[in-house]
């Protein structure tokens, strides 16, 4: 199994921006897409984009649509989270995740899952 570890979290204000990065173990990332989840405290895990890692397709959950951006390196070993406008309500622990087959935001369907980058945004 792939193992991630996220880093990039940070504490931001309102309308800041971040990058978070996931890597992958192993010379390729060797799953059919990653993607990025959220939890806030008391709330559910949801997704937020994923990307296809052979043919780089994307998708993106409403609420972030246009201000995020998930992107992989050419050796398909790093997937980052670029958060743009950000707001406090993204503020959430987040998570990189793995699986193979289609690629969806659901995150009983993902195999493989980092610890965990906190972000924070003040109003």
């Known amino acids: 199994q792939v193992e991630l570890m996220e880093s990039g979290g940070d504490s931001v204000q309102a309308g800041g921006s971040l990058r978070l990065s996931c890597v992958a173990s192993?010379?390729?990332?060797?799953?059919?897409?990653m993607a990025w989840f959220r939890q806030a405290p008391g709330k559910e895990r949801e997704g937020v984009a994923w990307?296809?890692?052979?043919?780089?397709?994307?998708d993106y959950a409403a609420s972030v649509e246009g201000r995020f951006t998930i992107s992989q390196v050419s050796a398909k070993k790093t997937v980052y989270l670029s958060m743009d406008s950000l707001q406090p309500e993204d503020t959430a622990m987040y998570y990189c995740?793995?699986?193979?087959?289609?690629?969806?935001?659901?995150?009983?369907?993902?195999?493989?899952w980092g610890q965990g980058t906190q972000v924070i945004v003040s109003a």
């Open positions: 995740a793995a699986k193979g087959g289609m690629c969806d935001l659901a995150p009983d369907d993902f195999s493989d």
């Open positions: 192993g010379y390729r990332v060797g799953a059919s897409c």
């Open positions: 990307i296809e890692v052979r043919t780089g397709i994307r």
